[in-house]
Structures are given as structure tokens and as C-alpha cells.
């Protein structure tokens, strides 16, 4: 079984500061990992993820994120956020099965609030 | 290329009552897991389908059905509501016609259930 901890719940930055959203995982076989947005009244959008490879993963709208196995975690940055960046986060981990879809475990999520 | 659509939007229902919520893969998927989101949470896997079989369940009791239609499309079926099935529906899809898989599923927008 997988289990996702994402250690903030609100995160507070002003317009053009950099962010980073923290997220960790627990997984007793190889993971799939992801960070999903959802936006007020949305379903999910699927923000980047990290299957195999370059552990710097690069997504839409200017977020990254680094897997990093020792530290069994998968922090999401960005540079420079944008007021329409305001949305909640969601990492999420699923068994690296390699056919189908595993299903996704998430996490309790993180509320990014831009401000001027 | 047609993205993941459900339907209705939103839903009201009474205590005991039956509710059926229904999802339309994206284009040349062939898997469709179903998610519940109570309100400040994250999404719960409910169950996921692939080729017209149940294909995994989460930790949800027997009155929560489903089924995959021959075009993949899905339902999800909740027998005898009860207050606390009120929450946000998801469905993802992924997966492929040749048997290929990218990693990643793909959410619609969901239904929102009210039960009173």
C-alpha cells in the first residue's frame, strides 16, 4: 500500500515570489508519482509526473518537481507564481505497475493563496 | 481529442434513494477508475474498470457498483444514500487501445452529490 503526506495545508506567497509545495510518500514498491491542481468548483488537471529517469520533472504553467528516493519525496516548485496559480494541490503516488493504471493514492492536499 | 466528460453536473438525493453518475472516457482509452472527493479531502479510489471487468476496488461497501461499457465509457451506481456519500465524483481515464499506458489519468470535471 502507498501513503502521500503533504505537509502543508495552506500555503500564503505574493505575486512573482517563489513556492514550494512539500510532499512525501511511503511505498513498499516502485511508485509512479504526481501533482495534480484543482481549481475552485473543478476536477483535476494533471500538473506533471515522474515515472522513470531525469528525477527534475518539468510541467504546464512553469512547475517542476524533484523525486528524490532517499528522502522518499516529490516537492513541487515554481519560480515565480502567478495570482491565477491560486488553486489547491494534490500529490499523488500510484504502484509503478507499467501495463495500466494503478490507482492513485493522494494526498489531504495543499491550498496555494496568491496574493498581490 | 475528446477529454474525460461527466454527467450531471451536480445531483440532489434523499437518504435511501439510488443515484446513477455516468462517464465518458477520453478518446482512445480503454480504463476508467472512479474517485470519491468529500469536501477538504482528497480524492478516495472507489473502484476502476478496464475492459468491462472490475479491475481493483478501494475500501468502499458493496451498495457502491459500477460498470464499463463496451465503448468504455462507465457508471458509477450508489444504492441506499446515505448523508455522508455526499461529496464530489470523479472519474479519470486512462490507458490505451494498443495497451499502451503514459502514466497518467485524466479527471473530468465530476458530479457533485447532495444527500439530504
Known amino acids: 500500500a502507498q501513503s502521500v503526506t503533504q505537509l502543508d495545508s495552506q500555503v500564503p506567497v505574493f505575486e512573482e515570489a517563489p513556492v514550494e509545495l512539500r510532499c512525501n510518500y511511503s511505498?513498499?514498491?516502485?511508485?509512479?508519482l504526481f501533482w495534480y491542481v484543482q481549481y475552485p468548483n473543478q476536477g483535476l488537471q494533471l500538473l506533471l509526473k515522474?515515472?522513470?529517469?531525469?528525477?527534475l520533472v518539468k510541467g504546464i504553467n512553469g512547475f517542476e518537481a524533484e523525486f528524490n528516493k532517499s528522502q522518499t519525496s516529490f516537492h513541487l516548485r515554481k519560480p515565480s507564481v502567478h495570482i491565477s496559480d491560486t488553486a489547491e494541490y494534490f500529490c499523488a503516488v500510484s504502484a509503478a505497475l507499467g501495463g495500466t493504471a494503478s490507482k492513485l493514492t493522494f494526498g489531504t492536499g495543499t491550498r496555494l493563496q496568491v496574493t498581490l | 481529442e475528446t477529454g474525460v466528460t461527466q454527467s450531471p453536473t451536480h445531483l440532489i438525493k434523499t437518504r435511501g434513494q439510488q443515484v446513477t453518475l455516468r462517464c465518458s472516457s477520453q478518446?482512445?482509452?480503454?480504463?476508467v477508475s472512479w474517485y470519491q472527493q468529500a469536501l477538504g479531502q482528497g480524492p478516495q479510489f472507489i473502484f476502476q474498470y478496464y475492459r468491462e471487468e472490475e479491475n481493483g476496488r478501494g475500501n468502499f461497501p458493496p451498495r457502491f457498483s459500477g460498470l464499463q461499457f463496451p465503448n468504455y465509457s462507465s457508471e458509477l451506481n450508489v444504492n441506499a444514500l446515505e448523508l455522508d456519500d455526499s461529496a464530489l465524483y470523479l472519474c479519470?481515464?486512462?490507458?490505451?487501445?494498443?495497451?499502451?499506458?503514459?502514466?497518467?489519468?485524466?479527471f473530468g470535471p465530476g458530479t457533485r452529490l447532495l444527500v439530504l
Open positions: 515522474y515515472l522513470s529517469g531525469s528525477t
Open positions: 479519470a481515464s486512462s490507458g490505451g487501445l494498443a495497451g499502451t499506458y503514459n502514466g497518467a489519468q485524466y
Open positions: 478518446s482512445g482509452h480503454n480504463t
Open positions: 511505498s513498499s514498491v516502485s511508485v509512479y
